[in-house]
Each structure stands twice: as C-alpha cells, then as structure tokens.
Nanobody, 129 residues
Framework: QVQLVESGGGLVQAGGSLRLSCAAS????????MGWFRQVLGKEREFVST????????YWADSVKGRFTISRDNAKNTVYLQMNSLKPEDTAVYYC??????????????????????WGQGTQVTVSS
C-alpha cells in the first residue's frame, strides 16, 4: 500500500512564499508521476503542477506558471511545490497526487485527476490580502 504525506501548508500574506512537500512511502518502485491539485470548497479539484518520473518533464496550470516550481527527490520519492508570489486566489486545500499505474504515461495526459491513483490527505494554504 502507498501513503502520501504532505507538509508545508499554512497562512501567508499576498506576495509571500510557501513550500509544500509530499513524501511517498510503501510500494513506490513504479512511480510514473507525482504532482499537485487544489480544491476550494464547492468547486472542482483543479490541476496545479506535476512532474513525470519517466520523462522528467513538468507541467503547470496557466494560473501558476512563472510563480510555482515543482521539483523532486528521486531517492526520497518526494515531490516539492515551491510557491512564490502567492495571491489570495491561490487559497485552497492542496492535494498531492501520484500515479503508480502508468495511466498518465500511457495517455500522455498529466493534468487529469482521474489518472492519479493515490492521494494525500490535503494541506490548507491560505493567502491573505
């Protein structure tokens, strides 16, 4: 069984920075992608950023491009999300997601939540104006 443990959320003023971490434990020998989604109460979960473990390529939502950076530590099976220039509209619960089945790789689609088979518990990010 796989567990994803997130950390790093919190409260920050607009323009500030936060760094989220997500560590995967358990059966992690077949990681295909790890990334982040976010959700505001009453809205659908939306894609933020992800990294392909096989291709090494990274993907971002237009709303965070240039402000957020995703990176990984293969040895620790951990993915990080560095969030700079935060805006109040970035306020959400951020969820770590991982694909161990290969669905993202086979479809070459890394932004659909349906293709990720493991999820973290979520961490709250609140940006005050």
């Amino acid at each position: 069984q796989v567990q994803l443990v997130e950390s790093g959320g919190g409260l920050v003023q607009a323009g500030g920075s936060l760094r989220l971490s997500c560590a995967a434990s358990g059966r992690t020998d077949s990681t295909y992608a790890m990334g982040w989604f976010r959700q505001v109460l009453g809205k659908e979960r939306e894609f933020v950023s992800t990294i392909s473990w096989i291709r090494g390529s990274t993907y971002w939502a237009d709303s965070v491009k240039g402000r957020f950076t995703i990176s990984r530590d293969n040895a620790k099976n951990t993915v990080y999300l560095q969030m700079n220039s935060l805006k109040p509209e970035d306020t959400a619960v951020y969820y770590c997601a991982a694909d161990f089945s290969g669905a993202t790789y086979r479809s070459n689609n890394y932004i659909s939540a349906m293709l990720y088979d493991y999820w973290g518990q979520g961490t709250q990010v609140t940006v005050s104006s």
